[in-house]
């Protein structure tokens, strides 16, 4: 299997002043099309750690992608460190000064004479376009490694990556890319989504993965472009139909996203009403283009008195229930299902502490509704307490949640990992 | 200067099936204490891998940290990979056993056989403690380098660094730790921070850097522990007052945080009315703990219904002005102030994209109202269009920032950088 180094150069990342989102994104990206990063190093803008950098990555890989280094100034010494390390000169690609000139030129100014320095590669370097930016990529190959050289500017990392340096490996490795398949899930464990699943026999050189982001989970299944079509639809059925009501996306949507399309396909309308999540469903919901086509409006009852004013919950309830309660959740849901005129509306109250526990409702306990044209649907639950934040943000995909069940005609209730029913009913 | 290496082990950040979020804190904790780490590598959980890091390590360090591999499993290799680095054995820690057999008996479990493992360290390795977990740490010298094994649970890692090895190192560099003043900002971009404090003479020795995390950028100064306590606070004082209206915190509280601690200074209350921003101001302020003090409701009013109905905003201002304007937004926010009842409200209505633009209201144009006791302060913007989500993320800290102003008796309206001025008036 082809060996992949990264060198991500720059001292604002040793130093903390940013973090490095590049090196995690190919890690992934290379994994997805059936490679993997076997070598990571980060170093600073010296000269001498940088052909160090070179020495012990070419020694141990095949191929190395170089980041960032590449920008007009004199901290940046990624082409003149290779040149160096390759005992040779830069050259000036005249093909990249034309470049600068007419990017420059098309904003109506002047190129800085520093920017001439981006159009220099090492002797022996090919140019690797970079359509994006005035850094001009380049590749050099020395101790039997080829060296991808690429700016740190994301954007610009990112598109060179995947239409230049990707497809160049794939041809390299004489191999298609294997076949990649998504779960994104919400409700079940790492460790029992990994229980339910090893159980289904996988094709040789098949890989599932996990990847928590939480309160989600996105397994990842890889299989071998070599696998006939058929095993694959074979395999992720047995996959699906394991998870199945747990799944919310087979691709990359967004949990928010999947709801906005299953009301869009229905024509059908929401509103929220929500106390502990403050206003986290609405802004996830809202966070969607094209959401103000079923979207209507939010009630943040934070106040027992907003409760009752903007929801007509009954104050009584409130006093014999207490705020987290099925019944008060249950009028906050009917009461904005009703002013809003929506066919749906989404409620929450709740305990997401670090305060205002007891022994009854300890930090955790959340109740949730759902108003619907066919009743109201509602559940309590003492969700694990993890700290304010996760406790609401569980809280806003567990009330997405009941609504992504209820549109897809599947059970509305379920028992989600780490948390305890003490009710569900309609 | 001390040269600290680190480096991080495990397959599944090679794979980019976790995201390694340990070196940046560590990075950034190291600055903060007047170090720097000068390499970082990431490789995988092979023996020959780890021990070919060890040796890279020590040979470009005097100290290296190393992350990860002492779980109980058998991919988790660090301290037998040390060892055979060595040419040594393991050792088992008794007293680390008896921990492991308390830790178990508190939970009324037996210690499983392969928790041992954790209580194994090389021989000639020195204990260190991890107070929080069931991974012994260690230390062991080779090629004049101090290695430090941690775990890669980021909570038991954090500890540990801050407990007892940064503890190490001070005392190591004898050497007093640098003095850290901080400034958290909104509204500047960075390069015109830089030119702001670049006129600001430094003492020798003291850094100043900049750390953005979109849409507020932190600024650090880091001073010798040997500078005059007179030279830090004028240099401080000079600071301060050239970022001054534009500073939020001069700690690490958020926006949020540090309006929450006005209001409850002053003792007054707030309600919201978001358009565009759709829950997020509600769901910043409710994020912080004790906001149910002062924060009593808030309204997302996403249809122009919503906004009649909720608010009372009179339908002909809504055909008139169209739903971004100043006279809706100011009948938003008095709409909010009046129906909650409470001393002030802040209300948003903007075009976040991607559609919806137009010649005269482009997207990224947000009006704002602040109503307060004394009347409603309101502008309409043309914000940076970097996305929705920034255009929503800014607009919720232009909202937070005109009421920070309004409490700190700052002006309440300002140039933000990048954002272009329609209105600001009273």
Redesign the interface.
């Known amino acids: 299997m082809m060996k992949i180094a990264l060198i991500s150069t720059g001292e604002e ?8 989102t590049n ?10 099309a059936g490679f ?9 803008d010296a000269m001498e ?1 940088l052909v ?1 950098a070179f020495e ?1 990555a070419s020694q ?1 890989s095949d191929v190395c992608i170089v980041n960032g280094g590449l920008g007009p100034t004199t901290d940046d010494l990624s082409a003149e460190a290779a040149a160096q390390w390759k005992h040779e000169g830069l050259k000036e690609l005249s093909v990249w000064i034309a470049k600068l000139e007419d990017f420059y030129a098309s904003r109506n100014r002047v190129m800085p004479e520093s920017n001439r320095k981006q159009a220099h590669i090492p002797e022996s370097g090919e140019m690797v376009d970079n359509p994006v930016g005035t850094a001009c990529g380049f590749k050099v190959s020395h101790n039997q490694c080829d060296l991808y050289f690429t700016p740190g500017v994301p954007f610009e990392f990112k598109t060179m990556v995947k239409d230049q340096i990707l497809p160049a490996l794939v041809a390299e490795q004489h191999e298609s890319m294997p076949q990649l398949k998504r779960w994104l899930t919400f409700g079940l464990s790492e460790s029992l989504l990994a229980d339910w699943l090893d159980p289904i026999e996988l094709p040789q050189g098949a890989v599932l ?4 982001s939480m309160p989600t989970i996105e397994i990842k299944l890889r299989v071998p472009a070599s696998c006939a079509d058929s095993d694959v639809k074979a395999l992720e059925k047995a996959i699906s139909n394991r998870l199945d009501p747990f799944v919310f996306s087979t691709g990359k949507q967004r949990m928010a996203q999947r709801v906005q399309a299953l009301m869009l396909e229905r024509g059908v309308t929401l509103s ?1 009403a ?1 106390s ?8 996830w ?3 969607e ?4 086509a079923y ?9 027992n ?2 409760k009752q ?2 929801l007509g919950v009954p104050k009584e309830i409130i006093t014999e229930h207490g705020a987290v309660s099925i019944p008060v959740v249950e009028a906050m849901a009917e009461g904005a299902r009703d ?2 005129q929506t066919d749906f509306a989404l409620a929450t109250s709740g305990i997401a ?3 205002g526990g007891s022994d009854d409702k300890p930090v955790g306990t959340v109740a949730f509704a759902l108003a619907t044209p066919d009743g109201v649907f509602s559940q309590m639950l003492v969700l694990p307490n993890r700290g ?2 996760l406790v ?1 943000k569980v809280s806003t995909a567990v009330a997405l949640d009941m609504l992504r069940r209820y549109l897809t005609n599947q059970p509305i209730f379920t028992q989600y990992s780490g948390s305890k029913i003490l009710y569900q009913g309609q």
Do not use: N
């Open positions: 990342i040793l130093t903390g002043d940013i973090v490095d090196s995690a994104w190919l890690a992934e990206l290379l994994s997805d993997k990063l076997s070598w990571h190093v980060t170093v600073g750690e160090d012990l141990r993965g996990y990847r928590s929220t929500e502990c999540t403050g206003g986290m469903v609405a802004d919901l809202i966070s283009a094209g959401s103000s979207f209507q409006r939010g009630y943040v009852t934070y106040s008195q907003a004013d903007d002013k809003a502490g670090p305060q304010r934040t609401r």
